[in-house]
């Protein structure tokens, strides 16, 4: 008799009103990812003049939520291969909701640490979502971004960091109360035997988009793939491998980078970068953006951002947008390497730019461009490493990948709060000199992958 497999009915079903609402409910999942990273920057000022927090304890909270997000990454991705996605995603959106609201509630440094790296853990298990609508996804971090920075201009001045915690924690609570609308994944059930039930899922996609499943029955399709890291290093894959970890360490330690050190940027009030955030009196501002460029002016630590600070910030981080739409259309004609190139190099120009004196506009005008093209070029990184692995290699190639954006990102806190208490210009150098090497490894890459079949 006829068969099929979950790769034929899913290509029968077509794209429709289903992919849709998925995207939609996947898309809440984005943002929630998208402005927990941007709560990390936009609480520091607030924290440093609550607490009397060090930069160098700013740091410390940054990197833990990382560091939870790195721990828990596998671990989630193992309970949905056992329970399920569907269980594993609302799981997770569940407990970093109530991990959220609980740091608004914390009333010492230590326990506000404890509770963002309980956060971290937690945010971990929510990009298992990215596996189903992958393509639509970085739109919504884009706008996540955009979201949390507006939230902070409306609530920060007024009710305070307690207040941004507790509302930059309700796109998880969205996503886990549309969680409920999803099926379970339909290879989960056909990987434990449980035949009926994906068939009942996909006829209810199918019908969704008004599709009919093909004629026949439904069997289990034969997925070899390999789950050993040494696979990834075999001479066939090594500089491949070996460029890409070192691209995905760059896109933690870059686009994380930019987004905290635009808040440290904008909150020194110190355009000229020759300053600290140490040394003046909390009552202290400094306003004067025409400076030499080798002021010494110091700004303090306690400066809580102004509300010109938080429209720069929105301004910045809606640059993600325009700056993946280009992309997309580059990557189809230039190819995905001189994409790479071109924005790592265009990157290092603007953290080079950032160290000269000149005026707010032209620092809020560097930034959007940075931002952007940091977005556009993470973007590149997720086709080009999905493209360049055969099947068997494609999802590990992917994972480990991550792992390694996630040590870039723990790094970046250390680089952007703490080296710049010591002065501002020493993180614009850093993030120049790694925009250098990305640009250079992305024009070595052995592989252009665009025009060019996956194996």
């Known amino acids: 008799s006829a068969t099929f497999t979950v790769h034929d009915a899913i290509e029968a079903a077509g794209f429709g009103k289903f992919q849709i609402i998925l995207s939609i409910i996947g898309g809440f999942a984005w943002m929630a990812d998208s402005m927990e990273v941007m709560l990390l920057s936009l609480l520091s000022p607030s924290l440093a003049c609550e607490w009397g927090v060090t930069p160098f304890e700013q740091a410390i909270s940054t ?32 407990l970093g909701f109530v991990f959220g609201i609980v740091t608004a509630f914390t009333h010492s440094f230590h326990a506000f640490l404890l509770a963002r790296f309980c956060v971290g853990l937690a945010v971990g298990g929510v990009p298992q979502s990215v596996t189903m609508t992958a393509e639509f996804l970085p739109f919504f971090w884009a706008i996540g971004a955009a979201t949390e920075a507006g939230i902070a ?18 796109p998880l609570a969205l996503f886990a109360l549309s969680c409920w609308w999803l099926p379970e994944s339909a290879r989960f ?56 970890w070192i691209i995905w360490v760059l896109f933690g330690l870059l686009y994380y980078g930019i987004t905290i050190y635009t808040t440290r940027l904008f909150q020194s009030g110190d355009e000229c970068h020759g300053g600290t955030l140490s040394s003046i009196p909390a009552n202290s501002t400094n306003s004067n953006f025409e400076l ?9 630590g306690c400066k809580k951002l102004e509300v010109k600070d938080y429209l720069d910030i929105v301004i910045t981080s809606f640059s993600e947008l325009p700056g993946l739409f280009v992309t997309m259309f580059l990557i189809e004609t230039i190819g995905r390497r001189a994409t790479f190139a071109a924005w790592f190099a265009l990157y ?35 086709i080009y490493t999905a493209e360049v692995y055969p099947t068997t290699l494609r999802a590990l190639g992917l994972g480990a990948a991550g792992g390694w954006a996630r040590v870039g990102s723990m790094a970046t806190p250390i680089v952007a709060q703490v080296l710049s208490s010591y002065n501002l210009v020493i993180p614009a150098i850093i993030y120049a000199c790694g925009g250098v090497v990305g640009a250079i490894t992305a024009a070595l890459l052995p592989l252009e992958t665009k025009g060019r079949a996956m194996k």
């Not at 201009?153 to 309700?170: E, N």
């Open 63 to 94: 990197t833990f939520v990382f560091a939870g997000w790195m721990i828990s990454s596998p671990l989630w991705g193992r309970f949905c291969d056992v329970y399920g996605r569907k269980k594993g995603l609302i799981s997770a959106s569940l």
């Open 153 to 170: 201009l409306a609530v920060m001045p007024t009710l305070g960091w307690r207040w941004l915690v507790g509302f930059s924690s309700v």
């Open 189 to 244: 059930h056909v990987a434990h035997g449980q035949i009926e039930e994906a068939h009942a899922t996909l006829e209810r996609v199918a019908r969704c988009n008004g599709r009919q499943l093909p004629e026949g029955r439904l069997v289990a399709e034969s997925e070899h793939s390999s789950t050993k890291m040494s696979e990834l290093l075999h001479p066939r894959h090594r500089r491949t491998t070996i460029q890409i």
């Open 292 to 300: 030499a460029a080798n002021s010494t002016v110091l700004v303090a």
């Open 348 to 382: 290092s120009c603007c953290s080079v730019a950032l160290v000269f004196c000149m005026t707010r506009t032209w620092i809020v005008v560097i930034l959007f461009v940075g931002r952007a093209v940091m977005a556009g070029s993470f973007q590149t990184g997720y």
